[in-house]
């Protein structure tokens, strides 16, 4: 079973400030990294995937992937309190059939 | 689409009886998982199916769980007899493919075992 690390938190930003969210994974062999974000009483949604090596952007989100050190980011710029959720790192297993989930990162953002 | 539907919303039951928790996948979804989700265990994956066949249950905690997906549009989880430790929210989720483009959950059961 791979190994998906994320800190929990709570991470406490400002309005419009960046925030950043950081997971970790044990397998070399993973070639795709998903982050969701969960509201308090909801269910996970999709914000993210990337593939490849550097950066990803969509909209005021970007992912970072670096496979050599096993690390994986979600830069949320100008943070809105509509942001204030916890937010999950996803590594597939066997090739993208199941995800294993991290223990996921509760942000707070503070008008 | 009306994306994955989970029935019941909220479930309280006691201890020893029977739950049934149903999914509706999202239509041409061929993937469907059930995961569970506790504060101290986070998501956890307790089995998923390809094509409403069965490819790997080895998250079901015990024999008390089991879960069948007669056809493409309907699954079920039972857990029976249920006991206070199960109580969680336990989602479902479908995709198109392996994943690769990731998941659809669906807004969950919050299951209570009193």
């Known amino acids: 079973q791979k190994e998906v690390e994320q800190n929990s938190g709570p991470l406490s930003v400002p309005e419009g400030a960046i925030a950043s969210l950081n997971c970790t994974y044990s397998?070399?062999?993973?070639?795709?990294f998903f982050w969701y974000r969960q509201y308090s009483g909801k269910s996970p949604e999709l914000i993210m995937f990337?593939?490849?090596?550097g950066d990803k952007e969509d909209g005021r989100f970007t992912a970072q992937l670096n496979k050599a050190s096993q690390y994986v980011s979600l830069l949320i710029r100008d943070s809105q309190p509509s942001d204030s959720a916890t937010y999950l790192c996803?590594?597939?297993?066997?090739?993208?059939?199941?995800?294993?989930f991290g223990p996921g990162t509760r942000l707070s953002v503070l008008p | 689409d009306a994306g994955v539907i989970q029935s019941p919303r909220h479930e309280v039951t006691e201890m020893g009886q029977e739950v049934t928790l149903r999914c509706k996948p999202i239509?041409?979804?061929?993937?469907l998982f059930w995961y569970r989700q506790t504060m101290m265990r986070g998501l956890e994956l307790l089995i998923y199916?390809?094509?409403?066949?069965?490819?790997?249950d080895s998250g079901m905690p015990e024999d008390r769980f089991s879960a069948k997906m007669p056809n493409a549009s309907f699954s079920t989880l039972k857990i029976q007899p249920s006991e206070p430790r199960d109580s969680a929210v336990y989602f479902c989720?479908?995709?198109f493919g392996e994943g690769v483009y990731g998941y659809t959950f669906g807004s969950g059961t919050r299951l209570t075992v009193v």
């Open positions: 989720a479908s995709s």
């Open positions: 397998d070399r062999g993973s070639q795709s």
């Open positions: 990337i593939y490849s090596n």
């Open positions: 996803a590594v597939p297993h066997n090739y993208g059939q199941n995800f294993v």
């Open positions: 239509s041409g979804h061929d993937y």
């Open positions: 199916f390809n094509n409403n066949v069965p490819i790997d």
